[in-house]
């Protein structure tokens, strides 16, 4: 089921890419003025990439066919900067690989994390020598940052709060266990829980998303098109410019392979059997699991967006919308018939360090759990829940307008819902007009400025 998905939504990308091919990027004066006091970091989601990727420099995530978000939100006065995670790397790595390139840091996974999923403790070299730091300020408590996060970009970023405000104990205790305590990262020792200002959610499968359940037969349908789809990319200027960084699963990228020849290495490797990659951290039993720990930090105010392009027959059953990006019509329409109940646990570790995680049972059978922007259902964008002794447990959350002044911190702000599909949100792909998502950023700037981020 879970190389299902990752087949599933490796298309996804391989089609927006090839759909993205010659098309410029577009401009749009606007009414938009809205300054933050702090640097706006945007965190890209599942297949995503940033601005340390070649990628970046043909066809812009933040932003695609609707031009550079970035630059739109640095001509108001902003300092703005987009993070460049692994694509399918779990929740955990790239809140890892975003410290540090915030910190200008080497990327260090935690020893007790490195050991248990069978990977290298140590990434990618952010320092003056290496990659380089992202941001031009030093990052701290008096330099905090507005986190804005896209699908897989929002767990990531709720775990990376999570360490910098308490840190991690199994970390913490491996450290003290093994003599190491003196070469435990610093994100790890907590502390840092005025680091980040704001978080700002769009389209987040915060309690996983159902794609995986909903479509468990396309693989070969998936196989032949990525074929298909890696042909298609190496004739043009888009061959070996993308980057899954995953060194530290021993998975190295040269830039002759095409996005199915880095695709069948990471197939060939046994990435999916060390149980640490975003396609676990989505399925719904370990996603909703994971929200235990992922606390609302009372320093930190939170604003929520999700999407629905679904719309209900005169049946009572959920379809489409004919504005849904063709890809996710396949996805969406999948979503909207889905009436299963998860399995009830989940796996974790690798190897010897693999055990079996049992945890309460979802129904995603709901309406709002059918309804969905093609990827992410209306249930699981809006805020978090997890169980306690097999009762739902709800984040805290209020109903909020566009360019709400939000007067509490440690509480999801959660906006209507966006006629939108999945990728409407980072700049859309030939659906969405520039104004449209200037508009949208507008509003999120909006948020961010009037609770004096």
């Known amino acids: 089921m879970k190389r299902n998905l990752m087949k599933a939504l490796s298309l996804l990308l391989a089609v927006v890419l090839i759909a993205s091919i010659g098309?410029?990027?577009a401009n749009a004066a606007s009414n938009a003025k809205y300054q933050a006091k702090h640097p706006i970091v945007l965190v890209h989601g599942l297949a995503g990439f940033g601005q340390y990727d070649d990628l970046n420099s043909i066809i812009q995530y933040w932003g695609y066919t609707s031009g550079s978000i970035d630059k739109y939100i640095e001509k108001y006065g902003n300092e703005c900067y987009e993070a460049s995670v692994g694509p399918i790397s779990s929740a955990w790595d790239r809140a890892c690989e975003l410290y540090a390139q915030l910190t200008g840091t080497v990327t260090d996974y935690g020893a007790y994390h490195a050991a248990v999923h069978g990977h290298d403790r140590y990434g990618r070299d952010y320092t003056a020598h290496g990659y380089g730091k992202l941001m031009k300020?030093?990052?701290n408590a008096s330099n905090p940052i507005n986190l804005v996060a896209h699908s897989f970009g929002g767990v990531t970023c709720r775990l990376l709060i999570q360490l910098l405000a308490d840190g991690s104990k199994a970390e913490y205790n491996y450290a003290v266990k093994t003599g190491t305590l003196g070469n435990l990262s610093p994100l790890f020792t907590g502390g840092k829980r005025n680091w980040v200002y704001s978080l700002t959610t769009l389209a987040a499968p915060s309690n996983g998303s159902t794609v995986c359940e909903a479509l468990p037969n396309i693989v070969n349908f998936v196989g032949e098109l990525m074929t298909v789809g890696s042909k298609a990319l190496s004739v043009t200027s888009l061959k070996g410019v993308y980057d899954f960084q995953l060194e530290h699963f021993g998975i190295t990228a040269k830039k002759t392979d095409t996005l199915d020849s880095l695709y069948k290495k990471i197939v060939k490797s046994g990435f999916m059997d060390h149980n640490d990659n975003a396609f676990a951290?989505?399925?719904?039993?370990?996603a909703i699991?994971?929200?235990?720990?992922?606390?609302?930090?009372?320093s930190v105010y939170y604003f929520s967006y999700y999407g629905d392009r679904t719309t209900r027959t005169i049946l009572g059953t959920y379809k489409p919308t004919v504005r849904m990006w063709a890809p996710f019509q396949i996805s969406g329409a999948a979503m909207c018939t889905y009436n299963g109940t998860t399995a009830g646990y989940y796996y974790n570790g690798y190897g010897a360090n693999k055990t079996k995680v049992s945890v309460?049972?979802?129904k995603a059978n709901t309406a709002t759990w059918k309804r969905s922007d093609g990827m992410v259902p209306v249930e699981s964008g809006q805020?978090?829940?997890?169980?306690e002794n097999g009762k739902r447990v709800d984040d805290a959350h209020t109903s909020a307008s566009v360019g709400v002044t939000a007067k509490k911190t440690g509480v999801w702000y959660v906006m209507p819902v966006v006629d939108a599909d999945h990728l409407t949100f980072c700049g859309g792909v030939l659906n969405e007009t520039v104004s449209s998502v200037h508009s949208f950023y507008n509003g999120v700037m909006q948020n961010i400025?009037?609770?004096?981020?």
Request: aromatic share 12%.
């Open 137 to 139: 300020k030093e990052w």
């Open 289 to 298: 699991d994971m929200n235990k720990d992922l606390k609302l930090q009372s």
């Open 449 to 453: 400025v009037n609770c004096g981020g």
């Open 23 to 25: 098309i410029l990027p």
């Open 281 to 286: 951290d989505l399925a719904l039993d370990k």
């Open 360 to 362: 309460t049972k979802t």
């Open 383 to 387: 805020y978090p829940f997890h169980y």
